[in-house]
């Protein structure tokens, strides 16, 4: 069976990070959600694989190259490019899955073929509590592809929604806002998310640390919190409630950092108080109250990929 991937959603709700990289991309608890969707295409045995998007851009192409490290062939289709590129791409093929790559699924995809295989249409959609996250297509009955242009809504459209089949004991996050994409990662540090572990080593009770990073000992993690890769936390650091630390991330001397999700190459200075925020080189969020701010202290915050 081969899948198809709707990477490139239109729309601003992520901004600003999305000024940066597109929702796929966005780490999860140390890992891109796209990625996290490739795991559980492999462990379905799927082996081909289109990313479809309506711009023309490589920043996939960059992070994912050609799918050999899952064992996957991916190929990239530009709709603005050509209407039909995903009909041409299914020529060979009677069905296919379709995902979202801004949505986080749990472990469902075998589930859903077996579900579905019985209800007849051209796409039926799997709902995850009452959403649809991902779909069955099918040739159509005259023997052609004709792919719907958005086969989960969007610019205005509803999601074309002919049949269903529910997936009630399944979970998803589509990350649509700021606040979706902070929940999510706070869920699956805690260990909340359906078939989901943050990857590391344990350090204590309540930290998980990923390869080749530092914490010095007198750091408290006193809730739940995941770091990603190279990161360091100096002397003093808490983390309170739960938190997400990307890669390459250094929170500088007694810093407190609550409940909130600090992305990859981001310098939190010394002795800062950080609390229900995302904050990615020297932007912080406010989650509560949606306020973006520009810190240009780089002693305060910096943007640590500016310098490598």
């Known amino acids: 069976m081969k899948a198809i991937i709707y990477w490139d959603r239109r729309g601003h709700s992520l901004a600003p990070l999305t000024d940066r990289l597109p929702p796929c991309l966005m780490p999860v608890a140390g890992r891109p959600l796209i990625e996290r969707t490739l795991d559980l295409l492999v462990d379905a045995g799927v082996r081909q694989v289109a990313l479809v998007s309506w711009t023309d851009h490589d920043c996939l192409i960059d992070a994912l190259g050609t799918g050999s490290r899952w064992g996957l062939t991916l ?4 709709l603005h490019q050509e209407s039909g590129a995903v009909d041409d791409w299914l020529d060979d093929a009677d069905e296919a899955l379709v995902l979202r790559g801004d949505a986080l699924i749990s472990p469902v995809i075998g589930a859903f073929l077996t579900i579905a295989a019985p209800v007849p ?8 509590q009452g959403r649809p996250a991902l779909a069955l297509a099918r040739r159509r009955a005259d023997g052609q592809w004709r792919f719907p242009e958005e086969p989960f809504g969007g610019r205005g459209r509803p999601t074309p929604m002919g049949r269903s089949v529910g997936l009630e004991w399944g979970a998803v996050s589509l990350v649509e806002t700021l606040a979706d994409y902070h929940a999510v990662n706070l869920s699956v540090v ?12 344990a350090i204590g009770l309540n930290l998980v640390a990923g390869a080749g990073s530092r914490v010095a000992s007198s750091v408290n993690a006193a809730g739940q919190a995941h770091m990603g890769a190279n990161s360091m936390l100096h002397r003093g650091v808490t983390l309170a409630g739960t938190v997400s630390v990307g890669e390459r991330v250094i929170i500088d001397r007694d810093t407190r950092v609550t409940d909130s999700v600090i992305l990859p190459d981001t310098y939190i200075g010394p002795s800062l108080s950080v609390d229900n925020a995302i904050i990615w080189g020297q932007t912080i969020i406010r989650i509560d109250t949606q306020a973006v701010l520009r810190v240009i202290d780089g002693f305060i915050l910096a943007d640590l990929g500016l310098h490598a």
């Open 75 to 78: 190929d990239h289709l530009w």
């Open 121 to 128: 249409g051209s796409l039926v959609h799997g709902t995850l």
């Open 190 to 201: 805690r260990g909340e998310f359906p078939g989901l572990v943050p990857f590391g080593r």
